[in-house]
């Protein structure tokens, strides 16, 4: 993300409800940090695929992660990939079914990806990720074996080109609808976490870690 403003690309304007589309690298960058799952598109030589992926952003960077058997992974390497990442905020109800809709924030991000091939930059990628995932896991955890950091792919992609796009607020509907006797509003959607589950098998005597039992997005 070149500037704070960042002039969207060709590919990267939003057209319909233009006015929603936003550019600062801030925006993205504020999306990216609360999302937690990325929809990542490839261009493959059979075809089009998108598969859902955790992702780690560290400045200007986007990092995916993942076994050498899959095909993002292995074949997105040198070559374009489109991240695409939803945060819903809520159910949009009109008072015709036309108008009903989603709060949302979303981002679009496409960009030539590249294998982190240095194992010192990938083991520290790889805690990136984890991060985004879990902040305060990494020093809650060991460190990585080199072999887990040898057996991981991972690819680092810029976020130059990347838009934003929100919705907010009440819905919008015809003018004569709003005298109907129609319940309208909106229905507020978020992630929250629940309670721990310990797995069976931990050892005796572990609290749960603040990092945890803390966790918000
Ligand atoms: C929440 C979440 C997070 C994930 N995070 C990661 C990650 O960080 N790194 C990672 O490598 N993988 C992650 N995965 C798994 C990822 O979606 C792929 O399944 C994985 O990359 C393996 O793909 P593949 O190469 O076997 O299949 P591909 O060759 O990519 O796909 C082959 C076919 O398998 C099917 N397929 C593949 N994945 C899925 C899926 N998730 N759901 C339904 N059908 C599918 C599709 O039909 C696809 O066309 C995550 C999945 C989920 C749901």
Redo the contacts with the bound molecule.
């Keep these: 993300m070149a500037g704070k403003d960042n002039a969207p690309s060709e590919r990267t304007t939003v057209r319909r409800m233009a006015v929603r589309g936003e550019y600062e690298k801030s925006t993205v960058a504020e999306i990216l940090d609360e999302g937690?799952?990325a929809h990542v598109g490839?261009s493959?030589s059979s075809g089009p695929?998108v598969?859902?992926?955790?992702?780690g952003r560290e400045g200007d960077i986007l990092y995916?992660?993942?076994?050498p058997?899959?095909?993002?992974?292995?074949e997105g390497g040198n070559a374009e990939l489109c991240v695409t990442v939803t945060l819903l905020d809520g159910i949009v109800v009109a008072r015709s079914l036309m108008h009903h809709s989603m709060n949302y924030r979303s981002v679009v991000v496409i960009g030539e990806a590249h294998s982190v091939d240095d194992l010192d930059e990938r083991a520290r990628s790889l805690d990136v990720?984890s991060e985004h995932v879990i902040p305060g896991r990494v020093a809650g955890t060991r460190p990585h074996h080199e072999r887990e950091v040898k057996s991981t792919?991972v690819l680092s992609m810029s976020i130059n080109e990347a838009s934003a796009k929100i919705r907010t607020g009440p819905p919008i509907d015809d003018e004569e609808d709003y005298e109907l006797d129609t319940w309208a509003g909106v229905l507020p959607l978020s992630v929250s976490a629940g309670t721990p589950i310990a797995d069976p098998r931990l050892a005796e005597g572990i609290g749960i870690p603040e990092h945890i039992s803390q966790w918000s997005r």
């Design positions: 937690l799952i490839l493959t695929i598969v859902p992926m955790l992702y995916l992660h993942g076994s058997a899959s095909r993002i992974l292995r990720i792919l």
